[in-house]
T-cell receptor, first 110, second 111 residues
Framework: QKEVEQNSGPLSVPEGAIASLNCTYS??????FFWYRQYSGKSPELIMS????GDKEDGRFTAQLNKASQYVSLLIRDSQPSDSATYLC??????????FGSGTRLQVQP | DGGITQSPKYLFRKEGQNVTLSCEQN?????MYWYRQDPGQGLRLIYY???????QKGDIAEGYSVSREKKESFPLTVTSAQKNPTAFYLC??????????FGQGTRLTVV
């Protein structure tokens, strides 16, 4: 079982819709969780961080964490074509390293 | 400005040659990481270091070596034992359990 798993996509949504990205992780002692956005050929940039159960909102982005289910998600409201990118889930695991999922490619159709 | 600097941006390696990728940070972060990214794939952990003079193997350490003699610097050497080194290499640093900050990456190609 991979430490961090994501659906590779592509996830295609129309402009203005809500995009929902999901991530599961295997290490129960994981402490912190991150969503990064990566455009082709560029380095990842942080979108959201979340450390405790529940929802965290920042503008059009909402991160949701459920430690009991070992599940973290990212919702993007009012999706824009500029949101088209690969979204990487990252988890701080028990071995004290930051482990990434394989990423979900999001396509927002104008 | 605080940040992470990777150099060079592009690097070409001949068969059987060792090459070293540079990573320097001025964020005063304790932890530093090296990741490899292949086309259409996620980031795979090569090596990481939590403190000066100490480092741990990640998931794909074979054919790579690192050193951490200074807090600011974490160079990665791609040795001739790495048979398929063509990839995008990313260096990152972080403090505690907070987010990681990334450099701009080095694109390595075997010629």
């Amino acid at each position: 079982q991979k430490e961090v798993e994501q659906n590779s996509g592509p996830l295609s949504v129309p402009e203005g819709a809500i995009a929902s990205l999901n991530c599961t992780y295997s290490d129960r002692v994981s402490q912190s969780f991150f969503w990064y956005r990566q455009y082709s050929g560029k380095s990842p940039e942080l979108i959201m961080s979340i450390y405790s159960n529940g929802d965290k909102e920042d503008g059009r982005f909402t991160a949701q964490l459920n430690k009991a289910s070992q599940y973290v998600s990212l919702l993007i409201r009012d999706s824009q074509p500029s949101d088209s990118a690969t979204y990487l889930c990252a988890v701080h695991t028990g071995r004290r390293a930051l482990t990434f999922g394989s990423g979900t490619r999001l396509q927002v159709q104008p | 400005d605080g940040g992470i600097t990777q150099s060079p941006k592009y690097l070409f390696r001949k068969e059987g040659q060792n090459v070293t990728l540079s990573c320097e940070q001025n964020l005063n972060h304790d932890a530093m990481y090296w990741y490899r990214q292949d086309p259409g794939q996620g980031l795979r952990l090569i090596y990481y270091s939590q403190i000066v003079n100490d480092f741990q193997k990640g998931d794909i350490a074979e054919g790579y070596s690192v050193s951490r003699e200074k807090k600011e610097s974490f160079p990665l050497t791609v040795t001739s034992a790495q048979k398929n080194p063509t990839a995008f290499y990313l260096c990152a640093s972080r403090q505690g359990v907070t987010e990681a900050f990334f450099g701009q990456g080095t694109r390595l190609t075997v010629v």
